[in-house]
T-cell receptor, first 120, second 115 residues
Framework: GAVVSQHPSRVICKSGTSVKIECRSL??????MFWYRQFPKQSLMLMAT?????????EQGVEKDKFLINHASLTLSTLTVTSAHPEDSSFYIC????????????????FGDGTRLSIL | AQKITQTQPGMFVQEKEAVTLDCTYD???????LFWYKQPSSGEMIFLIY??????QNATEGRYSLNFQKARKSANLVISASQLGDSAMYFC????????????FGSGTRLLVRP
């Protein structure tokens, strides 16, 4: 079945460091990928939609300069948390659907296993 | 206004019994899709079941079934014959008519299966 790989699974780093998280679709092409953030015991909040070959679409309240998204190929999107601070500590998870998936397709979004980011 | 509402923060069920997790949604679109995902403590999101707004029959996938009541805008998940491994967070999500196909999630329900 469709697989999305997310790396790294866990990051612990000092305040002020920039952290890059990769999201790869392993056996399908994805024109669009999604980045979510999840605080403990809360739901997934969509941060941005990553579009291959064009700029990401950010949700309201998400800082574009803080969370840089690059979708340079049909199988890879990256999220870079720039100059990370303790308040950026969270669980980040990406998802993707195969290109051409129709709105009414029962093809779900496939999620990576998430990245647990801890900023000291 | 909340697009997806899950009113049960936590639920208990006895092993081997059935349990219903509630989900109501709000949309003005005629065309949309509804999903349920399971999230164990390890964090990964596991797709369980899908219901399209035009599907006339309730979706079923093994022990999972979706009680879809379109007029009430509800899409409750029914898990039959609960197992200990079903203990997890469960999220209801909706995909609307939108070029980006993004999912909007509810707040989730934590299910605990008792032996």
């Amino acid at each position: 079945g469709a697989v999305v790989s997310q790396h790294p699974s866990r990051v612990i780093c000092k305040s002020g460091t920039s952290v890059k998280i990769e999201c790869r679709s392993l056996d399908f092409q994805a024109t669009t990928m999604f980045w979510y953030r999840q605080f403990p015991k809360q739901s997934l909040m969509l941060m941005a939609t990553s579009n291959e070959g064009s700029k990401a679409t950010y949700e309201q309240g998400v800082e574009k300069d803080k969370f840089l998204i690059n979708h340079a190929s049909l199988t890879l999107s990256t999220l870079t948390v720039t100059s990370a601070h303790p308040e950026d500590s969270s669980f980040y998870i990406c998802s993707a659907s195969p290109s051409g998936t129709g709105l009414f397709s029962n093809q779900p979004q496939h999620f990576g296993d998430g990245t647990r980011l801890s900023i000291l | 206004a909340q697009k997806i509402t899950q009113t049960q923060p936590g639920m208990f069920v006895q092993e081997k019994e059935a349990v219903t997790l509630d989900c109501t949604y709000d949309t003005s679109d005629q065309s949309y899709g509804l999903f349920w995902y399971k999230q164990p403590s390890s964090g990964e999101m596991i797709f369980l079941i899908y219901q399209g707004s035009y599907d006339e029959q309730n979706a079923t996938e093994g022990r999972y079934s979706l009680n879809f009541q379109k007029a009430r805008k509800s899409a409750n998940l029914v898990i039959s014959a609960s197992q200990l491994g079903d203990s997890a967070m469960y999220f209801c999500a909706m995909r609307e008519v939108d070029s980006s196909y993004k999912l909007i999630f509810g707040s989730g329900t934590r299910l605990l299966v008792r032996p």
